[in-house]
């Protein structure tokens, strides 16, 4: 079950929503939406305004304004931690 809704207007104006949980990351929009589990992410970068996930050469950014609160990354953090693949982890 996810958690969190994070809600970002794209400059084509299309919604994106991106819903972290225990499970991964649930990215959607109008056309649908694609389940990035937490352990085919390969690794997070963490830069000052937004983190980007990779996973199998892909790259999605989610600004940090996106976030509600540091409860909430610290949410999305402990989220990644708790479920990664040994070989993954948070860059700063």
């Not at 919604?15 to 690794?43: A, C, H, M, P």
């Amino acid at each position: 079950m996810f958690k969190k809704d994070y809600k970002k207007n794209l400059s084509n104006k299309e919604e994106t929503i991106y819903e972290i949980g225990e499970k991964g990351i649930r990215i959607s929009q109008t056309e649908g939406f694609f389940l990035l589990t937490w352990e085919n992410v390969d690794y997070v970068k963490e830069l000052d305004d937004f983190f980007v996930i990779w996973n199998s050469g892909t790259a999605n950014a989610i600004p940090k304004r996106c976030f509600s609160n540091l409860e909430d990354i610290s949410f999305f953090k402990t989220c990644f931690n708790k479920n990664r693949s040994t070989n993954s982890s948070i860059e700063h």
